[in-house]
């Protein structure tokens, strides 16, 4: 591995070499032409405020410019957010004023949000629109092109600036270390991406995911620093993924398991019709993976899925390749950074193979923005860091997770983690996607509702409920169980996979309230339908 990774050693090299193409409209950008117009973008940000240190931020789909304005603001030793176009004004407002972002760069898709949520934050200028010209806003390519094609004299790596998908409250921003280091310095993540998956520059990487998301954005960066070509789907469809990999004879995907779900759900001809040979390394995160999905997705594609786990913040990292895996079923591995502990709710550790709260010892520091108390919530007196997730950790030291704490369902007095009755309709034929989440009960103070998205079916779904509940009983205790079920077109995921349940509970939560007293006795004929 080389000393220094940065596009510009690949521009020099191979300036015809495409450095990603977007899938949808065939667009190629070469490395050469990476790295001239990102050398102007870092140019133009200079130009508008944004020295060392400060924020900029990218609003926008998966668009051709992204990569170019990511790494301008990286070379320019700025820290950079970027934003979901699927977020409201207000959010986005929020968003703009917590990280005192100093400019916004928008795409015509986004322009019109852009504009609304700049006014409401005060910004001092307004966002520039990367994709046309729109009367009153200065033309992106204008601008650049009056910018020199030369590198800033001050280059140094900036960082990613990244906002938690707030499943659970407003989000927050992960801050990390801003060191400035010499341009080309590579973050840790490349060489373990390298030793872990093989990548490499004749590495052809699919990306499927939203580009504003830090496993997304973060795994391409990694690429185009080795020279690597990314193919970037401006959103997952699962015949189109699988012939994107035949054509461009794709070699490392990165997914979530809504994805593989979807995959599943295709036809078996569907799925043997494509060639994907070419495939070295099918690798996922980012929300738990039911056992018998992940089983049937290595049964397909052969010993080539591996898994890691962390978070935006970085905190702790595990992985576990398929073999491994098959091994210790429902593990995400053993840690690479950081050292696990379990600790229960008076902060005392437990022994191997007992539920409690993931902490992290030695991992990497962060804090979070503007929010000294959530930073102080996540560390305890030993220095230790945790994001809130529940798990175990075995005897041989691999992880366990079981749900998240915001998550979990306290019915009785009994802790009950949803994730497992997830798991377990997940497994059902008819279910494409399953929320369990707890509404308010005068009795138990909690009880167990399920929300499901159903595969095309023409049985009733009075029926099916029952059917779903029975099976979930044949997997799991009673009690752990959903005790009615709704259905739904969609669920509110956030498209890197994670679901908004806390979007679920509000919505469910007033007429839960509002509902007869019910015993265990009724209880699965007790809630109907809303």
């Not at 960082?159 to 990244?162: A, R, S």
């Not at 043997?272 to 040979?277: A, E, F, G, N, T």
């Given at each position: 591995m080389s000393t220094l990774l940065f596009p510009d050693s690949y521009a020099r090299k191979h300036p015809e070499k495409a450095a990603y193409v977007m899938a949808g409209a065939g667009d190629a950008v070469s490395y050469g032409e990476l790295v001239d117009r990102s050398r102007r973008a870092a140019h133009l940000m200079r130009s508008l405020g944004a020295g060392r240190g400060t924020c900029i931020a990218i609003l926008m789909e998966n668009h051709v410019r992204l990569f170019e304005l990511a790494w301008a603001a990286q070379r320019a030793g700025l820290r950079y957010t970027t934003i979901s176009p699927r977020l409201t004004v207000g959010e986005i407002d929020y968003i703009l004023r917590d990280s005192g972002a100093r400019l916004l760069f928008s795409s015509v898709a986004t322009a019109a949000l852009a504009r609304a949520a700049s006014e409401q934050a005060e910004m001092p200028t307004s966002p520039i629109v990367v994709d046309q010209t729109i009367p009153g806003i200065a033309d992106y390519?204008?601008?650049?092109a009056v910018q020199p094609p030369s590198p800033l004299e001050d280059e140094a790596e900036g960082?990613?600036?990244?906002y938690s998908s707030g499943t659970t409250g407003r989000p927050k921003a992960i801050k990390t270390e801003l060191?400035?280091?010499?341009i080309g310095t590579p973050p840790a993540i490349v060489p373990l991406f390298e030793r872990l998956y093989g990548f490499a520059d004749d590495t052809i990487y699919l990306s499927p995911a939203p580009l504003y998301h830090s496993a997304p954005l973060r795994f391409n960066m990694a690429v185009q620093r080795l020279g690597a070509t990314s193919i970037v789907m401006d959103r997952f469809e699962p015949a189109a993924a699988l012939e994107l990999i035949e054509r461009h004879a794709v070699t490392h995907v990165q997914?979530?398991?809504?994805m593989f779900v979807r995959l599943l759900h295709l036809s078996e001809d569907e799925r043997?019709?494509?060639?994907?040979?070419s495939l070295r390394a099918v690798i996922h995160a980012a929300a738990p993976c039911p056992a018998e999905i992940k089983a049937r997705m290595i049964e397909w594609l052969g010993p080539i899925v591996y898994e890691y786990y962390s978070a935006t913040e970085v905190y702790l990292l595990t992985a576990i390749d398929s073999e491994d895996w098959l091994a210790h079923r429902g593990s995400v591995g053993r840690a690479l950074l950081g050292t696990p502990h379990v600790l229960d709710d008076d902060g005392d550790e437990l022994a191997a193979g007992e539920v409690g709260?993931?902490?992290s010892e030695g991992g990497p520091q962060f804090e979070y923005h503007n929010a000294a108390e959530k930073t102080a919530e996540s560390r305890n007196e030993l220095g230790w860091t945790t994001v809130g997730d529940i798990g175990y950790v075995d005897e041989h030291g691999y992880v366990y997770l079981t749900d998240r704490r915001a998550d979990m369902i306290i019915s009785g007095g009994v802790n009950i983690y949803p994730q497992e009755s997830e798991n377990a309709l997940i497994g059902h034929p008819l279910v494409a996607d399953a929320a369990v989440f707890g509404i308010p009960h005068a009795e138990l103070g909690e009880e167990v509702k399920a929300v499901v998205r159903l595969v095309?079916?023409?049985r009733p779904q009075g029926e099916i409920e029952a059917e779903l509940i029975a099976f979930?009983?044949?997997r799991l205790a009673k009690y752990k169980c959903p005790r009615s079920i709704d259905f739904r077109d969609e669920l509110p995921r956030h498209a890197t996979g994670k679901l908004y349940k806390r979007l679920l509970r509000d919505q469910y939560a007033d007429s839960a309230a509002q509902r007869p007293t019910t015993t265990e006795a009724d209880g699965l004929q007790s809630a109907r339908r809303t």
């Open positions: 390519e204008d601008l650049l960082v990613d600036f990244l060191p400035l280091h010499p997914m979530v398991p809504t043997r019709r494509w060639d994907l040979s709260t993931l902490w095309p079916s023409d979930c009983h044949l």
